[in-house]
């Protein structure tokens, strides 16, 4: 083959013209990326746009979080996670920064709570099992607070109540903690009606304040004149009332518990104002008295102190002993002192009292007398002899209490009104008199000359010891010489009563002629009264002779 056969023919082909390039052409090889990109970045964006807030939240330790793990709930719904959990600057505590939905950018206020729930037994209940299975995860109580907030402090211990249920939380101050935690019941007439969800020490550290929550309907029943008292364990009183024991249920005793009642009519008094008190404020504070007795006894509203002066023992009588008439208690002790008394160079005992005057008062009365018609009244009693007493109580505790009642014997004595306070006149208790009398028979039998007593009575029975001596040696010869001659003087006395006998036989001589002689007598005695009544008929008789019947 040539060469001119082995190159083909072109001429047909046309000739490629050069397009000049454009400005903005786009190579189809680019259009992928930039698809991606758009994807990518709407993406971005939409997770820009619904991406929530991000929160700190601080605990003291890291016990149950784990980074990308940990979730954060409401009502047991996620809204968030623990992204990372890093230990503070001051190694003092833990902060954990977590994500929240978008949608929870309204929960988070400065009152909002979180805490980790876990298994926990508190009190009287048990909270977190759930946890056992799922982990642990962050709680969240949603506050009412309208300021934002970004950083929070989570809590150790889970709220005993959240915001969410209805009630109201109120304030109470008491002198210790006792045995009350968080949780334990709130009780209204021994139903359960809410739970103490907080306490704090005092900053001067003078006592305790509690947070509690009472829930609805039943914080209607908390009011103005409601009073709060520690109702944990067994309330064991042993005073001069008695014994008694209180207790509000097998809980409170366990892990104590706080019950209150309010002073309104047809609680406990007849004094009390029928309208009911007005139903007190949210975050009111109230006292958490001791004991229901302390708390009920400061119902009354008006008051007055008097003072007792005792020259006896006052052992046994204590602080917030009561004040009794007739059965009745008017008022307590509220102090006891000592003091010298410079007028006999004695030793007096002081007794302070408050007096209730609205538990005397006459129910006929519409309102109570002034202070100054009472004094009048006080000062007309004492005159009739009203006089204050020391009484034992309680026999086996040897509780004393301060009796008033009128013993009109008592020595004329009047109310002191210008001292401060006003002192009421006392009498020696029953004690002191029994003491006083056993003294007097003490130094009576002092004054006995038991020595020469003691020395006549040794000689009176060495006395006596002689004379039965000389009683057995006499004894012995009578039964030696008297006996047998007795025995003969016996034997004729029984032949003597054998013949007597025989005379007094019904069929004997003797008998007959005592029979004969008998009713001879008896007709003697006949005719002496036949006599006798007619000189009572004619006693004229004596001195004319007895006068012929006529025919």
């Known amino acids: 083959m040539s060469e001119t056969e082995r190159i083909p023919d072109l001429s047909h082909i046309p000739d490629a013209i050069a397009e000049p390039k454009g400005r903005h052409s786009l190579q189809l090889v680019w259009l992928i990326p930039i698809v991606a990109a758009l994807i990518g970045g709407t993406l971005a964006v939409n997770s820009y746009l619904r991406k929530g807030p991000t929160i700190t939240i601080s ?9 990308g793990k940990t979730k954060i709930k409401y009502r047991d719904v ?112 021994r139903v359960q009606v809410g739970q103490v969800t907080s306490y704090d020490l005092d900053v001067d550290g003078r006592g305790v304040t509690f947070t509690v929550f009472v829930a609805a309907p039943y914080d209607r029943y908390v009011r103005a004149n409601t009073r709060f008292w520690n109702a944990s364990g067994i309330d064991l009183t042993m005073n001069a009332n008695g014994v008694k024991l209180e207790t509000q249920s097998v809980v409170s005793i366990l892990i104590g518990g706080i019950a209150f009642q309010s002073l309104d009519a047809g609680d406990d008094s007849p004094l009390l104002p029928d309208k009911p008190s007005p ?14 007795d302390e708390a009920i006894k400061h119902r009354d509203t008006i008051s007055q102190d008097y003072l007792l002066v005792f020259k006896e023992s006052v052992r046994g009588l204590t602080v917030g002993a009561p004040v009794d008439f007739r059965g009745l208690v008017i008022g307590e002790v509220t102090g006891i002192n000592v003091e010298l008394d410079s007028g006999d160079k004695g030793i007096n005992m002081l007794v302070s009292i408050r007096y209730y005057p609205e538990r005397m008062r006459s129910r006929a009365v519409g309102t109570f007398p002034s202070m100054k018609s009472h004094e009048t009244i006080i000062t007309r009693l004492v005159e009739n002899g009203l006089r204050a007493q020391l009484k034992n109580g309680n026999l086996l505790t040897g509780q004393l209490f301060i009796g008033l009642d009128f013993f009109p014997d008592a020595p004329k004595a009047k109310v002191l009104w210008k001292t401060k306070p006003p002192q009421l006149p006392t009498i020696p208790g029953s004690m002191a008199e029994l003491q006083a009398t056993l003294s007097q028979i003490m130094k009576k039998l002092d004054r006995l000359p038991l020595g020469e007593v003691v020395g006549d009575l040794r000689q009176t029975v060495k006395s ?69 009544d007619y000189l009572d008929r004619h006693p004229e008789s004596l001195l004319r002779g007895k006068q012929e019947e006529k025919p």
């Open 59 to 67: 605990f003291k330790t890291g016990e149950g979080l784990e980074a």
């Open 464 to 532: 006596l010891d002689a004379t039965l001596k000389s009683a057995d040696r006499l004894f012995q010869r009578l039964d030696v010489e008297v006996i047998p001659g007795m025995s003969g003087a016996l034997e004729e006395t029984r032949k003597t009563l054998g013949t007597v006998t025989q005379s007094l036989a019904a069929d004997a001589p003797l008998q007959q002629d005592l029979r004969e002689a008998l009713r001879e007598l008896a007709k003697a005695a006949q005719s002496l009264r036949v006599f006798t």
């Open 279 to 292: 139903a007190a404020e949210p975050s009111t504070l109230f006292t958490l008295f001791a004991t229901r």
């Open 78 to 189: 996620e809204v968030g996670m623990v992204k990372s959990i890093t230990v503070a600057n001051d190694l003092s505590h833990v902060i954990a920064t977590a994500e929240l939905k978008k949608e929870t950018a309204t929960y988070l206020v400065d009152d909002t709570k979180f805490w980790v729930v876990r298994p926990r037994i508190s009190g009287g209940s048990v909270s977190g099992l759930g946890t056992l299975m799922g982990g642990s995860y962050v709680g969240i109580d949603v506050g009412s607070s309208k300021q934002r907030q970004r950083a929070f402090k989570g809590l150790e211990t889970p709220p005993a109540v959240t915001t969410d249920v209805p009630g109201r939380r109120f304030k109470l101050h008491g002198s210790d903690l006792g045995s009350l935690d968080i949780g334990s019941p709130l009780y209204f007439r």
